[in-house]
């Protein structure tokens, strides 16, 4: 998995209410009542090219799109179940359009599905899973007819739209079934998928702020973090609290200077537009990853031990150079290094496109053990009070 940056769309019936994508449990609203949705549903200004332009502005690779919820209403032309987008007044098929759309920009996509599934009649229901209590059976009578009709589903999913470029189940259901995978990989070889499903899959998935493990510069595993513009929803959530620019862009940050993929979750709203609001906050972060110029994707690790002062940071190489990304800031105007394997010949802050000086030099503040002033690699005049986002420098050696 090259390490990319990704969108996220959460949009389903949910979205009619504008509360939260499990508003079936959240709200702890009758299964009837709510799967009245269906015949409301009629996302009329729905424009796929307008949600790919979008995250191809931002710098994103790909875009995963949420096939079926925990609600188990299925948002493409499914025949294994009635409760789906077609039996809709709009009647289209939305993930279909927004393959095509993806195709047509070279926007690669990836389906999320939901292993919980609160209409389905013979879905799993265990008191050491999470997310089952809404279930309409609870018990685990036929489960196998349920497995087969995930089984239909994702055969569904992996032959009818194209290349698929990740698979990302939610919700372990705490049992294994490789089978399952195994026929995602027969239908799409070069398919990578997560590990929220029956079996450990190719790669981790933390999410908001939960960390995966990592070793130095990299994490140790295959990763993909997730986060959302929304504080509370990752559904459309009517005047949503939102996320900072600063707490996502450190967050990206930090998880793709260690190798890591990750995931920015919008909510469309009803008629299928995305907030203007929510646009504009994927815009202002998408013009910092620009400016990173690909400091954040497909680098390796720097394992030279520069032994920077105070601040912290993620050191990653590509193409001769290093980029030194301080995902939390810096503290002061100044960069200084106690190693270094030569005297730069260039160093750019990329936040700004501009070169800084340096120079190697004594300074007072460090010194070796009975106090001389010793020579650090001495980085100047970073304007930090005019930079409120995650500071990168790229040093060519």
């Not at 940056?5 to 959460?10: A, D, L, N, R, T």
């Not at 990299?218 to 707490?247: H, I, K, P």
């Not at 400016?291 to 032994?307: I, K, Q, V």
Request: net charge negative; proline share 5%.
């Amino acid at each position: 998995m090259d390490n990319k940056f990704g969108m996220f769309i959460h949009w389903g019936l949910y979205a009619l209410s504008a509360f939260h994508e499990q508003e079936l449990l959240r709200a702890d609203v009758p299964h009837a009542e709510y799967e009245k949705k269906m015949n409301e549903f009629n996302p009329v200004n729905y424009d796929p090219e307008q949600w790919v332009l979008l995250a191809k502005e931002a710098g994103m690779k790909y875009i995963c799109f949420t096939t079926k919820h925990h609600d188990g209403f299925c948002m493409w032309d499914t025949k294994c179940t009635d409760y789906n987008i077609m039996n809709t007044p709009y009647g289209k098929d939305v993930l279909k359009m927004l393959a095509e759309a993806c195709k047509k920009h070279g926007m690669l996509l990836s389906l999320y599905y939901s292993n919980p599934d609160w209409h389905h009649e013979n879905s799993f229901n265990t008191m050491s899973n999470t997310h089952q209590w809404k279930n309409k059976v609870q018990e685990d009578n036929h489960f196998e007819l349920y497995i087969q009709y995930i089984k239909d589903q994702i055969t569904e999913l992996l032959t009818n739209y194209g290349p698929i470029y990740t698979l990302f189940w939610d919700i372990p259901p705490s049992r294994e079934d490789k089978s399952i995978n195994e026929l995602a990989r027969k239908l799409q070889p070069d398919i990578l998928i997560n590990d929220r499903g029956f079996d450990k899959g190719d790669f981790s998935t933390p999410e908001r702020d939960e960390k995966a493990d990592a070793e130095g510069y990299r994490f140790v595993r295959m990763t993909e973090a997730c986060n959302a513009v929304g504080e509370q929803s990752w559904g459309y959530r009517e005047g949503e609290d939102l996320n900072s620019f600063w707490y996502l862009s450190s967050s990206i940050a930090e998880v793709m200077a260690l190798g890591g993929n990750y995931l920015l979750n919008v909510g469309p709203r009803a008629d299928g537009t995305i907030d203007p609001e929510h646009a504009a906050l994927v815009k202002k972060i998408g013009n910092w990853y620009n400016r990173m110029n690909g400091s954040l994707e497909n680098t390796e690790a720097d394992p030279f031990r520069y032994n920077i002062f105070m601040n912290k940071c993620i050191v990653n190489k590509k193409n001769g150079k290093s980029y030194f990304n301080f995902y939390k800031g810096l503290q002061s105007s100044a960069v200084d290094m106690e190693f270094y394997p030569n005297v730069p010949k260039k160093v750019t802050l990329l936040n700004t496109g501009k070169e800084l000086p340096f120079k190697v030099e004594k300074l007072p503040c460090f010194s070796d053990d009975v106090g001389v002033a010793k020579d650090y690699l001495h980085i100047q005049k970073i304007p930090v009070d005019d930079i409120w986002e995650p500071i990168a420098l790229e040093i060519e050696w």
